[in-house]
C-alpha cells in the first residue's frame, strides 16, 4: 500500500497566484480531510469528505479556499487568489473501517510570497 | 465541545530513561477513542497508539504504552527505553465513534527531544 499522496511537496507560489493542491487517498477508504498546520494555529481540521461528499467544511477560511472529490482516489484543495497568511504545511489524510484511524500524507509545504 | 489539552509544550529525556507525556480531554461522550500521533522532522505524521475507551485495559505499542484514566479524562503516553529517534512533536487527538462527527480534535503538541 502506497499510502496517501500529495503532491506536490513544495510550493512556492507569489501572492495572487493561485494554488492547487492535491490528494490521492489510501485505496478502500471513505473518509479524506484536509488540514493546514501552523505555528501558531497549530493543527487545523479545513474540510472533510465522507464517500466523495464534503461533510463539514466549517474549518475552511474563507471563500478563497475550495475543495473538491471528483472521485474516490482523488481530492484537490485549491486557493485562489493566495495571500502571505496562506503559507502553511497542508495535510491530507484518509480512514476508513471500524475505528477510523487517520492515516496521513506526507504534507504540502506552501509559501506564498 | 470537545477539547484536547497537552501542557508541556516541551520535554526532555536522556537516551535510554523513560519519559511521560500528558494529554487531557473534555467530552460529554462515554464511547470515543483517543490516539498519540508522531510527528519527526520529517513532519509525517505517524500513528503511535490508539486506545478505544470503552476497553479498560491500557494499549501498549512495543516501547509505547498509555495510562488511560477516563474518570480523570487523562491519557498519557509513557515512552520506555527513549531512542534518539523518538526525538519529535507528539500529538494527543479524540474522536468519536463511527457513525458521530469524522473529526479528529488535536491537542497543540509536546515537543520532545532526546538527549544523547
Known amino acids: 500500500d502506497a499510502g496517501v499522496i500529495q503532491s506536490p511537496r513544495h510550493e512556492v507560489t507569489e501572492m495572487g497566484q493561485e494554488v492547487t493542491l492535491r490528494c490521492k487517498p489510501i485505496s478502500g477508504h471513505n473518509s479524506l480531510f484536509w488540514y493546514r498546520q501552523t505555528m501558531m494555529r497549530g493543527l487545523e481540521l479545513l474540510i472533510y469528505f465522507n464517500n466523495n461528499v464534503p461533510i463539514d467544511d466549517s474549518g475552511m477560511p474563507e471563500d478563497r479556499f475550495s475543495a473538491k472529490m471528483p472521485n474516490a482516489s482523488f481530492s484537490t484543495l485549491k486557493i485562489q487568489p493566495s495571500e502571505p497568511r496562506d503559507s502553511a504545511v497542508y495535510f491530507c489524510?484518509?480512514?476508513?473501517?471500524?475505528?477510523?484511524?487517520?492515516?496521513f500524507g506526507p504534507g504540502t509545504r506552501l509559501t506564498v510570497l | 465541545a470537545q477539547t484536547v489539552t497537552q501542557s508541556q509544550p516541551e520535554m526532555s529525556v536522556q537516551e535510554a530513561e523513560t519519559v511521560t507525556l500528558s494529554c487531557t480531554y473534555d467530552t460529554s461522550e462515554s464511547d470515543y477513542y483517543l490516539f498519540w500521533y508522531k510527528q519527526p522532522p520529517s513532519r509525517q505524521m505517524i500513528l503511535v497508539i490508539r486506545?478505544?475507551?470503552?476497553?479498560?485495559q491500557n494499549a501498549t505499542e512495543n516501547r509505547f504504552s498509555v495510562n488511560f484514566q477516563k474518570a480523570a479524562k487523562s491519557f498519557s503516553l509513557k515512552i520506555s527505553d527513549s531512542q534518539l529517534g523518538d526525538a519529535a512533536m507528539y500529538f494527543c487527538a479524540y474522536k468519536v465513534p463511527q457513525g458521530g462527527s469524522e473529526k479528529l480534535v488535536f491537542g497543540k503538541g509536546t515537543k520532545l527531544t532526546v538527549n544523547p
Open positions: 489524510a484518509s480512514s476508513g473501517g471500524r475505528v477510523n484511524e487517520q492515516f
Open positions: 486506545q478505544e475507551a470503552y476497553k479498560q
